[in-house]
Each structure stands twice: as structure tokens, then as C-alpha cells.
């Protein structure tokens, strides 16, 4: 599946899409330290990047790369260490409580495992998106407005399970509730949708469903997608931009267009500081990469260099 350019947007020569407003993400130095002193732990390290309205990005890198740490700061759910990060036009690193509340009511949140109340029905389950917008607690489907149940109903077609309604949230298969999750985050109506490994915990049919899905939605909707996978075969055939982490800092932003596989597949290998440049070429010229020199028989990996930046354009 490719995904679809969204619509009133122009492609690029790389075939990034981009509109003409302000970029819904704009990150500058951002970073993020756990602990103090000699055993804290830099999860993102100096991250900057912009993405703009209608781009449907990827975020790469092996596991304890920073994704997830990155996708929270991003929702204002934790604070940054230093830097700064404008998502929504809330400047993370200034705002208030309230005003991250207000920010987290705009953005739309996909996780792994799906966080369905199970004894809810489907239908009830999608109408708790809603909540961020009505005034006081709901129990019961018919505590929501019409309105929302209706809207509800809607989300549930657009997903595909209709049917499915007045079902028991825990008796749908794992791709079904990831599909409701879905609907569920689309009831905010956001002007942003994470994802952190949405498929990570389905079988290659739904998760080739969840991404179709969430390529639809992000085209229908000019919604801005940034969804961190383990898959890359699902991001070069869905997303428009992938951007890798390795160690927390950004080593990869690239277009998918015109990528190969073997190029993004670097993200994942051991890299020798000293093949960095080499590597940052082929990167940049969208070539194969060169073979990496092999390692004298008996010898210890080289760490995996953070600074072996391979950023575009660099
Ligand atoms: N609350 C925390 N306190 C301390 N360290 C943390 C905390 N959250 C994450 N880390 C550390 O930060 C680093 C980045 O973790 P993160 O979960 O962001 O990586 P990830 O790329 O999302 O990994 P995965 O693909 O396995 O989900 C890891 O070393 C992790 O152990």
C-alpha cells in the first residue's frame, strides 16, 4: 500500500507533502534525561525536526531508541530536560498544566495495547474519546449526548465495525479493538494523531488493516500521523517521511518515496563511527549503502555511535 498523498497539498521532489501552514510539530533541541548524575540516561537527545500539516511520518529505531519517550513529550504527558518543542501551538516546554491538558484534548493517542475497557461495549468504548469535550463523569451508553452516540456510530462505520456496536469490547479480535481504538481517538476530532507500535501486538493481516486504515483516516482527515514502528516493510509502503532514532537522536529523515529497504535497514545494524560519513551519503543520495567494512576475525563489536548521525541533507 502506498500512502495516499493528502489532499490540497503538493508533492515535493522528494515527495514529501506540503501544505502551506504552519507545521504542526516544530521541535528544536529537544531533550529528555532520566535520573541525575552519573547513572541518568539520555532517552532524546537534541531533537529537532518540523512536520508538517497532512505528512504521515514513521518513527523508526531499535528498541530504547527514544520513541516512546519522544511520543509523550510530544502529548505533553512528560516535560523536557532542556529544548524546546512547539506541537498544536503550545510550546511544550512553557505551558502550563491546563494548557497541556488542553493540548492532550487535540491530540489523538494510539497505543500497542489498545486500553479498551473489555466490559464496555464497542460503541460505549468510542463514545470515551468524547470525554475530553463534556462536562462531568458518563456511566452507561446512554449518559452520553445523542450527538456523540451518533457520532460514534459514524466512527464505527469508518473503521468497519458497525456491526459490531453493542458487542462486548473484549470479544473483538486484537486488530478489531485496535480499529476501535481508532474510532476512539478520532472522537477528539484531533489535530494530531500518535501512534506508539499500534501493531506491534497483531498478526501481519490486521496489522496491514490497522495501517491501511490509519492511511485513510490521515488522508480523509488531512490529519498529521507520527506512529513509531518495529515494521519497516509498513512504513515505506504507508508512511510519507521516516524519521530514525538511534540512542535518542535523530539519525534517519528521509522520504519513503524513492528509499530502499537495505538504506532504512542501517537504522537497525551496528554502526562503526567511522562509516558514518559513508553512510550519511547514501542516505542522502537515496542510493544502497555501502558494504560496511567487515570486522577483523575475533573482534568486538564496535558500540553503536549515536553521533553516527546519517540525518538528509546533512
Ligand atoms: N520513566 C523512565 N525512567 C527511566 N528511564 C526510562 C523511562 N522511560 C524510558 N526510559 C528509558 O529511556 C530509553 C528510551 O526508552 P523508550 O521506551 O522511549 O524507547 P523505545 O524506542 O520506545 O523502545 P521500544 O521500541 O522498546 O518501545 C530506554 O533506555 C528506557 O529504559
Excluded at 165 to 178: E, I, K, V, Y
Aim: charged share 20%; with cysteine.
Amino acid at each position: 500500500m502506498t500512502a495516499p498523498a493528502p489532499t490540497a497539498t503538493a508533492a515535493t521532489a522528494t515527495g514529501s507533502p506540503v501544505t502551506a501552514g504552519e507545521p504542526v510539530i516544530r521541535l528544536d533541541g529537544l531533550t529528555k534525561r532520566f535520573g541525575t548524575g552519573a547513572d541518568s540516561l539520555l532517552a532524546v537527545d537534541d531533537v529537532s525536526f518540523e512536520v508538517r500539516p497532512g505528512e504521515v511520518v514513521a518513527l523508526l529505531g531499535l528498541s530504547g531508541s527514544g520513541k516512546s519517550t519522544l511520543l509523550s513529550l510530544l502529548d505533553g504527558l512528560q516535560a523536557p530536560t532542556s529544548g524546546d518543542g512547539t506541537v498544536l501551538g503550545t510550546a511544550l516546554a512553557r505551558a502550563g498544566r491546563s494548557e497541556l491538558r488542553a493540548l492532550r484534548r487535540r491530540i489523538g493517542f494510539v497505543f500497542q495495547q489498545f486500553h479498551l475497557v473489555g466490559r464496555l461495549s464497542v460503541l460505549e468504548n468510542v463514545c470515551t474519546g468524547a470525554l475530553g469535550s463534556l462536562r462531568g463523569p458518563r456511566l452507561g451508553l446512554l449518559s452520553y449526548p445523542r450527538a456523540v452516540r451518533e457520532r460514534a456510530l459514524d466512527g464505527l462505520e469508518q473503521v468497519g465495525l458497525a456491526a459490531h456496536a453493542f458487542q462486548r469490547a473484549d470479544t473483538l479480535s486484537g486488530g478489531q479493538q485496535q480499529r476501535v481504538a481508532v474510532a476512539r481517538a478520532l472522537m477528539q476530532e484531533p489535530g494530531l494523531l500518535l501512534a506508539d507500535e499500534p501493531v506491534a501486538s497483531l498478526d501481519p493481516e490486521s496489522s496491514a488493516q490497522v495501517m491501511r486504515l490509519l492511511a485513510r483516516v490521515a488522508q480523509e482527515r488531512e490529519l498529521t500521523v507520527l506512529c513509531s514502528l518495529h515494521q519497516v516493510d509498513l512504513a515505506l509502503s504507508w508512511a510519507h517521511r521516516i524519521i530514525g532514532l538511534r540512542s535518542g537522536r535523530v539519525v534517519m529523515d528521509v522520504a519513503t518515496e524513492g528509499i530502499d529497504r537495505g538504506t532504512v535497514m542501517r537504522l537497525y545494524e551496528e554502526v562503526a563511527a567511522g562509516s558514518a560519513e559513508g553512510v550519511a551519503a547514501a542516505v542522502a543520495a537515496g542510493s544502497a549503502v555501502p558494504p560496511r567494512p567487515a570486522a577483523p576475525p575475533g573482534s568486538v563489536p564496535a558500540p553503536v555511535a549515536a553521533s553516527a548521525a546519517f540525518t538528509k541533507g546533512d
